[in-house]
């Protein structure tokens, strides 16, 4: 089955304590993103990738890392996590202007 | 960076009723997305549009281009209660050379009453 993969869900951090998203895909796709969902700010976009060791800065990209060493997995990373990164976090992978999202992880940072 | 205006925020109607929404943008678009997020899903694609003017359906569903570029609409007949949830127009913007990446509108929240 066609799926993008977070992982964890759901996850209750304290404030600087480093955390890693995990984001990944089984569909060979070469375009992925991360977006951040806040309420009556819709989805903004933290960062994307058009490939493998290709990445490039979202509309919101402060505070965030990505990497991709490989082309089904991109991880989203904070190496200090503030509260104002409290949020509902998606991957998303593309092919052909279809954007398949990740189920989501709702980040809560004390 | 471009941005999407969408309207209504938010819509309470009954079972039944047909649904209309629209994103505009001050810049042209050449491609028009709308998205349903399911409450506690990720967003999931509804229509693609490509061409302006071009009106697409899908079931209930119909889209339109807007012959400006400039604009889209998506409207939904005989709504049922799944039809609840949020609904996203998102379109590419260029962010230098060939590399594009997608903006959303902030989303239309649909309640359906039964």
């Known amino acids: 089955e066609a799926q993008v993969t977070q992982n964890p869900r759901y996850l209750i951090t304290v404030t600087g304590k480093k955390l890693t998203v995990t984001c990944s895909q089984n569909m060979n796709h070469e375009y992925m993103s991360w977006y951040r969902q806040d309420p009556g700010l819709g989805l903004r976009q933290i960062y994307y990738s058009m490939n493998v060791e290709v990445t490039d800065k979202g509309d919101v990209p402060e505070g965030y890392k990505v990497s991709r060493k490989e082309k089904r997995n991109f991880p989203l990373i904070l190496e200090s996590p503030s509260p104002n990164q409290t949020s509902l976090y998606f991957c998303?992978?593309?092919?052909?202007?279809?954007?398949?999202f990740g189920p989501g992880t709702r980040l809560t940072v004390l | 960076g471009q941005q999407l205006n969408q309207s209504p925020q938010s819509m309470f109607i009954q079972e039944g009723e047909d649904v209309s929404m629209n994103c505009t943008s001050s810049s042209i678009f050449n491609t028009w997305l709308w998205y349903k997020q399911d409450p506690g899903e990720g967003p999931v694609l509804l229509i693609a549009l490509y061409k302006a003017g071009e009106l697409t359906s899908n079931g209930r569903l119909t889209a339109q281009f807007g012959i400006t570029r400039k604009d889209s609409f998506l409207n939904i007949s005989a709504s049922i209660p799944s039809d609840v949830g949020i609904y996203f127009c998102a379109g590419p913007v260029n962010s230098g050379g060939s590399n594009y990446k997608l903006t959303f509108g902030k989303g239309t929240l649909l309640t359906v009453n039964p």
């Open positions: 998303a992978s593309e092919f052909s202007d279809t954007q398949y």
